[in-house]
């Protein structure tokens, strides 16, 4: 097999090592030396810096404060969703995904817009001026991140849930339990593995967040991680030994917070599924308990999506702002702008799709080989190979983003690309390559061993069996993992702020800028935009998906 040999191991770890270990090694490079001479002068200046701790505070206490709004939105929604009436409508799962999906930046936008003074909110309820005050404050970013970053966390709880087989509970009753002690004592302590795991990748997931910190947390004054290495990066003076040393500091914190995730997940994981296949139970609720899951759901609906889209929308079709909402107010004029040819938010918007594009076709490409030569991951080389490609859900995007602008500046290289549109694929490249492989990876794990001996058997070439048989084979989640490739790429703000070359932008820089310079009407139109193909796609992703479940059965 052309995909089991020690040139094939020595090619990918090599395209690994460039894309995801060498940006790392550049950040510990120039960290620790200085002159060619080994100098820790730069660590001690950082620890000695106040600011350091403040900001080191401000993000624990956020992913802490983020952890707990996820968990009062996501596990009563995980309850609703498999133990009431509510279980049998499918179509919930795919709307509670659009906050997620949604850029964080566009959805902070979105409620700054509503909540602002004279904002939507202070139109349509002029008495609600207090609310302002409110939730310009911590509390309003952790709501909006919360908001976001719930159905997460949702999905794992609800999925945990649907494998707990109904016979644990019936053999509780059976021996004389009551339903809240058969809670208590058997559900709960079969969820904890689950939940533990989920809060810590929502706690990685805070402290990497950029685009709310630097939208939301800018107006309140409250300074993370990743907005002060931004600072370092982006203000005069440009100080590079200073962000370098606070994205390895951020880079230790995560992988500490790693380790803990896959300890637990070693040790305390329970087998909840036997052979038998559980029986689906028709639930019928009381009518308050109906009521009550219904009106949880529309809240959560209400200011995760329609909120922030109807701010969106509505700032994306407003001729003046000041006007407010009346009739004679509302036009197409800002997306007659953006598609005007030659106009910047038409350039920006294309310089995503062609971004995203190239992105989604060479990670598919190069996930595709990667997901081929792991397969089940048994062997050692597997084993690393695995681990070293997803590194980039495992760090942070912006400690990668300064690991590359260090390693592509580097004075020994012969060549360069930064400055140039080839940096900003190979940014997306080295940030989303973990979906392509794991999406083919998912597709692989389908796949029975005898396909692989009968292709063998009936004396089908390496290469014939790789084209004719597992690629088609392999082609829906191979399809899945551009999609999501794509869908992320066009949505990337941080790497875009940081890698651009001059007088070139995306839509999410073209967003964000607009937005700071106060033209916002036609930054929420390519904002609408783009989101509309986001969800379009994400509409199709779960079709696939769900094809897929349909084929496999």
């Known amino acids: 097999m052309i995909m089991e040999g020690r040139r094939t191991f020595?090619?990918?770890?090599?395209?690994?090592?460039?894309?995801?270990?060498?940006?790392?090694?550049?950040?510990?490079?120039?960290?620790?030396?200085?002159?060619?001479?080994?100098?820790?002068?730069?660590?001690?200046?950082?620890?000695?810096?106040?600011?350091?701790?403040?900001?080191?505070?401000?993000?624990?206490?956020?992913?802490?404060?983020?952890?707990?709004?996820?968990?009062?939105?996501?596990?009563?929604?995980?309850?609703?969703?498999?133990?009431?009436?509510?279980?049998?409508?499918?179509?919930?799962?795919?709307?509670?995904?659009?906050?997620?999906?949604?850029?964080?930046?566009?959805?902070?936008?979105?409620?700054?817009?509503?909540?602002?003074?004279?904002?939507?909110?202070?139109?349509?309820?002029?008495?609600?001026?207090?609310?302002?005050?409110?939730?310009?404050?911590?509390?309003?970013?952790?709501?909006?991140?919360?908001?976001?970053?719930?159905?997460?966390?949702?999905?794992?709880?609800?999925?945990?849930?649907?494998?707990?087989?109904?016979s644990f509970l019936d053999a509780a009753l059976i021996f004389?339990?009551?339903?809240?002690?058969?809670?208590?004592?058997?559900?709960?302590?079969?969820?904890?593995?689950?939940?533990?795991?989920?809060?810590?990748?929502?706690?990685?997931?805070?402290?990497?967040?950029?685009?709310?910190?630097?939208?939301?947390?800018?107006?309140?004054?409250?300074?993370?991680?990743?907005?002060?290495?931004h600072s370092y990066l982006s203000r005069w003076p440009v100080d590079i030994s200073m962000a370098t040393s606070l994205s390895l500091f951020l880079l230790s914190v995560c992988l500490v917070i790693w380790y803990f995730q896959n300890l637990i997940g070693r040790k305390y994981t329970y087998s909840v599924l036997s052979g038998k296949t559980p029986?689906?139970?028709?639930?019928k609720d009381k009518w308050y308990i109906k009521l009550a899951s219904w009106l949880f759901v529309g809240m959560v609906l209400l200011f995760s999506i329609a909120i922030p889209y109807f701010s969106i929308i509505v700032t994306s079709l407003q001729k003046v702002r000041g006007n407010g909402l009346s009739a004679d107010n509302f036009s197409l004029a800002s997306y007659q702008a953006v598609f005007t040819s030659g106009s910047a938010g038409l350039s920006a918007f294309l310089n995503s799709v062609v971004f995203s594009i190239l992105t989604a076709v060479i990670t598919a490409i190069i996930g595709l080989f990667i997901a081929l030569y792991i397969k089940k991951g048994e062997g050692k080389k597997q084993q690393v190979l695995d681990f070293f490609s997803l590194m980039p859900n495992i760090i942070p995007g912006i400690v990668f983003v300064v690991g590359l602008i260090m390693f592509w500046n580097a004075p020994w290289l012969p060549a360069t690309i930064y400055n140039t549109k080839a940096m900003v694929v190979v940014t997306y490249c080295v940030l989303f390559l973990p979906y392509s492989v794991q999406y083919t990876k998912s597709s692989l794990s389908q796949l029975d061993q005898s396909i692989f001996q009968s292709a063998a058997i009936f004396g089908r070439s390496s290469w014939d069996m790789y084209r004719s048989i597992f690629i088609p084979l392999l082609m829906q989640g191979i399809l899945a993992g551009m999609m999501m490739t794509f869908i992320i790429s066009m949505r990337e703000l941080v790497a875009g702020l940081l890698i651009l070359p001059p007088s070139v932008e995306t839509g999410a820089t073209f967003i964000y800028s607009q937005f700071e310079q106060g033209n916002v009407g036609v930054g929420m139109a390519v904002a609408v935009i783009t989101v509309g193909m986001t969800v379009m796609f994400m509409f199709v992703l779960a079709w696939l998906q769900k094809r897929g479940g349909h084929a496999s059965a």
Do not use: C
């Not at 029986?279 to 639930?283: F, G, I, K």
């Open 279 to 283: 029986a689906v139970r028709d639930m």
């Open 176 to 229: 004389g339990r009551s339903s809240w002690r058969n809670w208590t004592k058997v559900v709960l302590p079969l969820m904890v593995s689950s939940y533990v795991l989920g809060i810590l990748l929502i706690f990685i997931k805070t402290l990497a967040e950029f685009g709310t910190p630097a939208t939301f947390g800018s107006r309140i004054g409250f300074q993370v991680f990743t907005t002060e290495i």
């Open 10 to 166: 020595g090619l990918l770890l090599t395209i690994v090592a460039t894309f995801a270990i060498a940006p790392l090694i550049a950040i510990v490079y120039y960290t620790f030396v200085n002159d060619g001479h080994l100098d820790v002068s730069q660590i001690n200046r950082m620890f000695a810096n106040d600011r350091l701790w403040h900001t080191l505070g401000n993000s624990l206490l956020l992913g802490l404060l983020v952890i707990l709004g996820t968990t009062i939105l996501a596990l009563p929604m995980a309850l609703i969703r498999t133990r009431t009436s509510l279980h049998k409508f499918d179509w919930l799962d795919i709307i509670l995904t659009i906050p997620f999906m949604t850029p964080p930046y566009i959805g902070s936008m979105g409620w700054i817009l509503f909540m602002q003074n004279n904002g939507f909110l202070q139109q349509l309820m002029p008495s609600a001026t207090w609310l302002s005050n409110i939730f310009f404050s911590l509390f309003g970013m952790v709501m909006i991140m919360s908001l976001h970053l719930f159905p997460f966390l949702y999905l794992m709880l609800k999925n945990t849930l649907l494998r707990i087989n109904g």
